[in-house]
C-alpha cells in the first residue's frame, strides 16, 4: 500500500520560513519523481515544485528563489524549504510521487501565511 504523509504545515507570519517534510512507503522511492502541489480556496491545484531521480529540479516562477525541494533517498522523504513566504503561498501542500503514468498523492497540509 502505498502512503506519502505529508508534515511540517502550520500558521507563519509573512516573511517567515517553514520545511514540509514528506515521507512516503510503498515504493521505491528513488526511482519515482517527487514533488510538492498547493491548492488555495477555491482554485486549481499547482505545482510548486518537482525533483527527479536524478536530482534534477523544476519550480513554478512564483516560488523561484524562495523555495527549495530536495529529497533523501535512504529516508525515503522529500522536503520543500519555504523562506520569504507570502500572504498568496497560503494554500493545503500536496505531496506527489509519480513515475511513468502513476501518480500517487499525499492527504495534504495546511500552510497558512498571516500577521
Known amino acids: 500500500q502505498v502512503q506519502l504523509v505529508e508534515s511540517g504545515g502550520g500558521l507563519v507570519q509573512p516573511g517567515g520560513s517553514l520545511r514540509l517534510s514528506c515521507a512516503a512507503s510503498g515504493i521505491s522511492f528513488s526511482i519515482y519523481t517527487m514533488g510538492w502541489y498547493r491548492q488555495a480556496p477555491g482554485k486549481q491545484r499547482n505545482l510548486v515544485a518537482t525533483i ?49 503514468a502513476t501518480t500517487y498523492w499525499g492527504q495534504g497540509t495546511q500552510v497558512t501565511v498571516s500577521s
Open 52 to 100: 527527479t531521480s536524478g536530482y534534477s529540479t523544476n519550480y513554478a516562477d512564483s516560488v523561484k528563489g524562495r523555495f527549495t525541494i530536495s529529497r533523501d533517498n535512504a529516508k525515503n522523504t522529500v522536503y520543500l524549504q519555504m523562506n520569504s513566504l507570502k500572504p498568496e503561498d497560503t494554500a493545503i501542500y500536496y505531496c506527489m510521487a509519480r513515475i511513468a
